[in-house]
């Protein structure tokens, strides 16, 4: 039987009961909460046959459904996703993000455009020493440069040696209501270019060394999952792409830099 394509832990762990005729997976533990106008689902992959039976790694997927797209409701979220995000970093150490996927093709350019709402700091640690040190790259991808992403980013770690990578990337959603309106954030690291498709070298702590935290955003579905590899994303893609990418850059700040205010960011990446 054909199970729909989707990077959504929360909605293959309901595709995956509902074939089950709604039995418990084994290995696999969730909890939802709701927090305001954001409900959190978090899905434990907690062992071997939790693998085989969600059809993903081992590790947390922490997915927030967001109830509407005004500013108040992304403002509340950014705050949420900042406190996550800061629960799975390390204390302290140099981070590098990854904005995965191609900027040339909007549903894809989640990650490239977040790295560009980020305050970049590696280079102005010595001056101001209460910044963290923080790097970001953009490996475009293999049509573009020739090289999968997993070589760029092993050789970028190997010179840097940050405590943790952020990876940022375009998911794929079972449920067309869910582009643009759900955000993952996983401990298990992330395969390149499986919301568009195209899946490339897993970027993943056994990999490169390093925890790998993956934050993403589904903007495709398949399209009458069929499995024909035909996806399909919304009329305002471009502008969900735009405004996502802004509130990862946002949540990723506030983690990054906690001693700071929003106000204070925004000062320095003005």
């Known amino acids: ?144 440069t020739g090289l999968e992403s997993l070589e760029i980013v092993r050789a970028v770690a190997a010179r840097v040696k940050p405590a943790c990578l952020i990876a940022v990337d375009a998911l794929a959603a079972a449920e067309l209501s869910h582009i643009g309106a759900v955000i993952q954030l996983s401990d298990a690291g992330i395969q390149p270019g499986s919301g568009v498709g195209n899946r490339s070298a897993r970027l993943d702590r056994t990999v490169l060394g390093v925890p790998v935290l993956a934050l993403g955003v589904p903007t495709v579905t398949d399209l009458d999952g069929d499995g024909q590899g035909r996806i399909v994303t919304t009329a305002d893609v471009d502008l969900t792409v735009k405004t996502m990418a802004k509130l990862l850059g946002e949540a990723v700040n506030s983690a990054l830099h906690p001693g700071l205010s929003k ?7 003005m």
């Open 1 to 144: 039987m054909y199970v729909k394509r989707t990077d959504l832990a929360m909605e293959a762990h309901d595709i995956r009961r509902r074939a089950q005729n709604n039995r418990e997976l084994p290995g696999v533990r969730v909890e939802t909460k709701r927090r305001g106008p954001v409900c959190t689902t978090v899905v434990q992959v907690l062992d071997a046959e939790g693998e085989r039976a969600m059809g993903k790694a081992r590790g947390t997927y922490l997915s927030m459904e967001l109830d509407g797209r005004s500013g108040q409701v992304r403002a509340a979220a950014a705050r949420q996703l900042a406190g996550h995000l800061r629960k799975l970093l390390p204390a302290e150490g140099p981070v590098t993000v990854v904005g995965l996927g191609n900027r040339a093709v909007t549903p894809d350019a989640l990650g490239a455009l977040t790295v560009g709402e980020l305050l970049i700091t590696s280079h102005l640690c010595a001056q101001f020493p209460f910044f963290r040190s923080v790097s970001a790259i953009c490996p475009g991808v293999q049509g573009q």
């Open 263 to 269: 106000a204070e960011l925004d000062g320095f990446l």
